[in-house]
């Protein structure tokens, strides 16, 4: 894996991933491009601009939010994602390629350097703790479950009274992480503010690329969501999240 992201068959998903800190005029265009990609790809900048009810400025700053050095790069991008996706019909029902795709999308999503840079941290944390809710309290269990079989000490934390009582135990040499599929509730922020408050280095496992979030954090990876999004209760969003805790055991046993 390169330290700098690829994008080139997963840019809907990370469309989808982004759409809900984008502002308005970007938000347009990526609702218009994930609904219309077959659209989006054959327009213009000025078609795409008018179709979106954007302008030209919002689509060059579209592409940039991307990673993009401009539109024809992202349009390259479009087209395979789409060229990709059309050999899996019916798209509604194949579920194997909305998990691969999720899956591959994560893992050529997130640099090396900030694998390593989290697996630096947890090797050299007194202690972790991993604070989840609902369906993300049970993928903390399995990240404290795989982190602690390989010689970390991690707990997991599903009550927020009792995560909010540890989070005032915490220090300069633990790490606090979080994992939610949505990214940003109040409670988590509320968490992270805190935790940050005393000195602890912060984690978010999110399945959005949200700001608010990002300053709330030492780091953020993400987890790329299913394409189209998952309805609520579905367990399929959890595999991205568990390849993503495989990613950083694989850095944490390079690196000890």
Do not use: W
């Not at 509730?185 to 280095?201: K, R, V, W």
């Amino acid at each position: 894996m390169s330290d700098k992201p690829i994008l080139m068959r997963h840019v809907l998903g990370v469309i989808e991933a982004s759409r809900d800190d984008m502002p308005d005029a970007l938000a347009r265009i990526a609702d218009f491009i994930v609904r219309e990609p077959e659209v989006a790809v054959r327009a213009s900048m000025s078609d795409l601009a008018v179709l979106s009810g954007s302008g030209e400025a919002s689509i060059a700053r579209f592409c940039r939010k991307l990673g993009y050095d401009g539109f024809s790069a992202f349009k390259i991008s479009l087209a395979s994602d789409i060229a990709y996706r059309s050999g899996a019909e019916p798209r509604e029902t194949d579920f194997g390629t909305r998990i691969t795709d999720a899956v591959r999308a994560t893992v050529d999503g997130n640099p090396a350097a900030d694998l390593r840079e989290v697996a630096d941290r947890l090797i050299s944390a007194r202690h972790i703790d991993i604070f989840g809710a609902g369906v993300s309290g049970m993928v903390a269990q399995l990240y404290a479950y795989r982190l602690s079989r390989i010689g970390l000490v991690a707990r997991s934390l599903q009550d927020p009274v009792v995560a909010e009582e540890i989070v005032g135990a915490l220090d300069e040499s633990s790490v606090y992480m979080t994992i939610s599929e949505t990214g940003l509730t109040a409670q988590t922020e509320h968490m992270l503010s805190a935790a940050g408050e005393q000195g602890a280095y912060r984690v978010a496992i999110s399945g959005r690329r949200i700001a608010d979030l990002n300053r709330l954090c030492e780091k953020m990876l993400i987890a790329t969501p299913l394409s189209p999004l998952p309805e609520r209760g579905e367990i399929g969003p959890t595999v991205a999240k568990v390849v993503l805790c495989e990613l950083l055991a694989e850095q944490i046993k390079r690196r000890r």
